[in-house]
């Protein structure tokens, strides 16, 4: 108990003598306001994780500089795999549509009820098993599966009828 007192206190301490320090270190190595919090938190988080460890002052200021300093450099791997995620998805999504764009099959799709287009997009496009599929459809997978089977003799239909009416 004791012990747990005493490292409440030196973190409340570092962080009241500290704190001010660390954000305007990592304020000017981050484009935002935000970053910089979310740095020193990150910092603080690992130092509350990390208290057994962290050594007293007046070393505590170099530690939690070399901690911040990798919090940083995380956080920049972070939104970098997140920027080119995000630049990746942009040039699937601009492909799809070009795609997708007045084909056959979805001019097909068009006619389907939305529990057929659903069923086969899961199956065709997200390559979802059976048990997966039926997951998020809220229903077994045999269900699934009489529902695709059914959705696809749909498709079927109306792509080989194109003034099919499979709406209802």
Same mark, same amino acid.
């Given at each position: 108990?004791?012990?747990?007192?005493?490292?409440?206190?030196?973190?409340?301490?570092?962080?009241?003598?500290?704190?001010?320090?660390?954000?305007?270190?990592? /304020?000017? !190595?981050? =484009?935002?306001?935000? $970053?910089?919090?979310?740095?020193?938190?990150?910092?603080? #988080?690992?130092?509350? &994780?990390?208290?057994?460890?962290?050594?007293?002052?007046?070393?505590?200021?170099?530690?939690?500089?070399?901690?911040?300093?990798?919090?940083?450099?995380?956080?920049?791997?972070?939104?970098?795999?997140?920027?080119?995620?995000?630049?990746?998805?942009? /040039?699937? !999504?601009? =492909?799809?549509?070009? $795609?997708?764009?007045?084909?056959?099959?979805?001019?097909? #799709?068009?006619?389907? &009820?939305?529990?057929?287009?659903?069923?086969?997009?899961?199956?065709?496009?997200?390559?979802?098993?059976?048990?997966?599929?039926?997951?998020?459809?809220?229903?077994?997978?045999?269900?699934?599966?009489?529902?695709?089977?059914?959705?696809?003799?749909?498709?079927?239909?109306?792509?080989?009828?194109?003034?099919?009416?499979?709406?209802?």
């Amino acid at each position: 108990m004791a012990a747990n007192l005493e490292q409440a206190s030196r973190l409340q301490t570092a962080f009241t003598l500290h704190r001010a320090a660390l954000y305007a270190y990592a /304020r000017r !190595r981050t =484009s935002t306001v935000e $970053d910089a919090e979310e740095a020193v938190s990150a910092t603080y #988080l690992t130092a509350w &994780r990390r208290v057994d460890v962290m050594p007293t002052e007046p070393e505590t200021r170099r530690w939690l500089y070399a901690v911040i300093r990798r919090s940083l450099a995380n956080q920049r791997r972070a939104n970098c795999r997140f920027h080119t995620l995000q630049s990746r998805l942009g /040039r699937q !999504r601009e =492909s799809a549509t070009l $795609d997708e764009s007045d084909s056959p099959v979805n001019a097909a #799709l068009a006619q389907l &009820r939305p529990g057929d287009r659903e069923v086969l997009r899961l199956s065709s496009w997200e390559r979802l098993s059976y048990v997966e599929a039926s997951e998020i459809l809220h229903c077994s997978p045999n269900a699934y599966a009489i529902r695709l089977h059914r959705a696809r003799i749909a498709l079927r239909v109306a792509l080989t009828d194109p003034a099919a009416n499979l709406t209802q």
